[in-house]
């Protein structure tokens, strides 16, 4: 059976520095990988190449198959992605902001709706962005990533900038994306939701991977605990 997404032997370079060591992880249908590890080890360099916004320098990256380099249309019609900055136009409104990306991606209009009641954006709707906050905006850029249920969806650091709330509120709906079938890859800093959300928790550090735990989801409390112990040590193992 071919992974939902497969990447093999993946590195990359910058100049001289080197950013990911050949890497390779796969998942399957409805997974969900969290990246973790500290400040410059490489999860934004992976993600984006997922991506496809940037080209590694070796290996290659799957999703059902399909090679960015062979399909770059069909490719990106399977994945949605949510950056780690803002980036979009300012002075359009929330609703204006989906409607583009529904249009963008051929979604039905009846899902903008949607989408922005799941995000509890309905007051904000006719809001312009500059207005927003740091955490409304977050929402905003996952609404996008996740609005038109892509096969593989992307998520670099979801979880900043939101509170508590809504920080719970996104673990449910990660696990309710992965139930539809959606496999998903994000960042995180934060334990709790890689012990809650992720099936595979892969420690990443000076571009490689330093560990991968497969969650059995018996105990998450108990995980993230263990999680939080294992990221404090490597922290200080890079300081020393
Ligand atoms: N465009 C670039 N040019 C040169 N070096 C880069 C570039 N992008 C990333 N790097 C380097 O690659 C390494 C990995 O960076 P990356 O952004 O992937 O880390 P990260 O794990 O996402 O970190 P953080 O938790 O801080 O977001 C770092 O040493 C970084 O300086």
């Known amino acids: 059976m071919t992974a939902r997404l497969e990447i093999k032997q993946v590195a990359k370079f910058f100049k001289d520095k080197m950013a990911l060591y050949p890497f390779s992880l796969s998942a399957e249908e409805g997974q969900c990988i969290a990246l973790c590890g500290g ?27 399909v090679d960015i380099l062979t399909n770059r249309k069909k490719y990106v019609s399977l994945i949605g992605y949510m950056p780690d900055e803002f980036y979009a136009q300012e002075s359009l409104t929330v609703n204006e902001f989906f409607t583009f990306y529904a249009a963008f991606r051929k979604v039905a209009k009846s899902r903008i709706q949607e989408v922005i009641q799941l995000l509890g954006l309905e007051e904000k709707q006719n809001e312009r962005i500059q207005h927003l906050s740091k955490g409304m905006r977050q929402r905003l850029l996952f609404g996008q990533a996740w609005m038109a249920h892509p096969a593989v969806l992307i998520l670099d650091e979801p979880t900043n900038g939101l509170d508590p709330y809504w920080i719970n509120v996104f673990i449910d709906l990660l696990k309710k994306i992965k139930s539809s079938g959606t496999t998903i890859i994000f960042s995180t800093h934060m334990m709790d939701v ?25 105990n998450p409390e108990q995980l993230m605990v263990d999680l939080t112990n294992r990221y404090r040590q490597k922290e200080v193992s890079m300081v020393k």
């Open 39 to 65: 400040n410059g080890a490489g999860k934004s360099t992976l993600l984006h190449m997922i991506a496809g916004l940037s080209l590694p320098n070796e290996g290659k990256i799957l999703i059902d198959g």
């Open 194 to 218: 890689a012990a809650e959300a992720a099936d595979q928790i892969v420690f990443m550090d000076q571009g490689k991977m330093s560990e991968l735990i497969v969650n059995n989801h018996q």
